[in-house]
């Protein structure tokens, strides 16, 4: 038996289906994956930024959703400081590449701006990160992070 087979049975033995926890993490998982794959170090074009523009909004909306279940006492504080985590890693590492990558001279002011803006996403989510049991945080993180990710 493959390393492969063996870990899909545990998944499987898991009860992924009854767990949204790990489901969630699984999902995570798998975003973290296409976001490194779409990110090719090369020069940053209108295409590119769009599509990181988008990644910004979609990792702030899902730390904004995050964050309402945290100020509603609907996830443990355990979930939320390592969820907070994983999306302050992905905003901090898009921050990272946005701000060192090279981009078309046409847009180069506006793709700077969004690395200053993923980075202030990371800075968000570090605070809910670092107080998840507080509702009135969780409360203040879900409305900068809805107004940030243009969240409806």
């Given at each position: 038996?493959?390393r ?53 909004d979609s990792?702030?909306?899902e ?23 994983e ?5 901090s ?6 701000a ?28 809910l ?24």
């Amino acid at each position: 038996m493959s390393r492969a087979s063996g870990a899909f049975r545990w998944f499987a033995s898991a009860g992924a289906g009854t767990c949204p926890v790990l489901l969630l993490r699984v999902l995570v998982l798998a975003g973290c994956l296409a976001v490194v794959a779409g990110c090719n170090g090369g020069t940053v074009d209108r295409h590119a930024l769009t599509n990181d523009a988008a990644t910004i909004d979609s990792i702030a909306c899902e730390g904004a959703l995050l964050a309402h279940n945290g100020a509603a006492g609907k996830t443990t504080a355990y979930y939320a400081r390592e969820q907070a985590e994983e999306l302050r890693i992905q905003a901090s590492n898009l921050a990272d590449a946005l701000a060192r990558r090279p981009a078309l001279a046409s847009i180069e002011a506006r793709v700077r701006a969004k690395a200053r803006l993923a980075a202030r996403l990371a800075a968000i989510l570090q605070q809910l990160h670092d107080h998840p049991s507080d509702r009135d945080v969780a409360r203040a993180v879900e409305t900068r992070l809805a107004k940030l990710g243009g969240c409806a």
